[in-house]
Nanobody, 128 residues
Framework: QVQLAESGGGSVQAGGSLRLSCAASGYTYWPYCMGWFRQAPGKKREGVAAINTNGRTIYADSVKGRFTISQDYAVNTLYLQMNSLKPEDTALYYC??????????????????????WGQGTQVTVSS
């Protein structure tokens, strides 16, 4: 059973940085496509970034140039480096994975139903 565990959330002031981590376990091969999503209070969950096993990355327009998704196979961890944070980045952040399929789109993060496995989330709060 694949398990994903996020960490690294917290409270920061606008303009600050945070690095989220997602520790993955319970699989034989690293998932083909992994992603980060977020959900703000009263809003739908939205895709933030995704990455394939070949290293190709995809970002939502709202975070391009500020967030960087990466993965380290040696420590079975997915990361999201978030710089120049804004109050509108405040949300519960989730990581997600699909074991067998590459992220299918080049211009946007795959929708929620594409991903089979999900973590429990880590809270990010950005104050102005």
């Amino acid at each position: 059973q694949v398990q994903l565990a996020e960490s690294g959330g917290g409270s920061v002031q606008a303009g600050g940085s945070l690095r989220l981590s997602c520790a993955a376990s319970g699989y034989t091969y690293w998932p083909y496509c992994m992603g980060w999503f977020r959900q703000a209070p009263g809003k739908k969950r939205e895709g933030v970034a995704a990455i394939n096993t070949n290293g190709r990355t995809i970002y939502a327009d709202s975070v391009k140039g500020r967030f960087t998704i990466s993965q380290d196979y040696a420590v079975n961890t997915l990361y999201l480096q978030m710089n120049s944070l804004k109050p509108e980045d405040t949300a519960l952040y989730y990581c997600a994975a699909d074991l067998y399929r590459l992220c299918p789109y080049s211009d946007y993060v795959p929708p929620e139903p594409f991903f089979v496995y999900w973590g429990q989330g880590t809270q990010v709060t950005v104050s102005s």
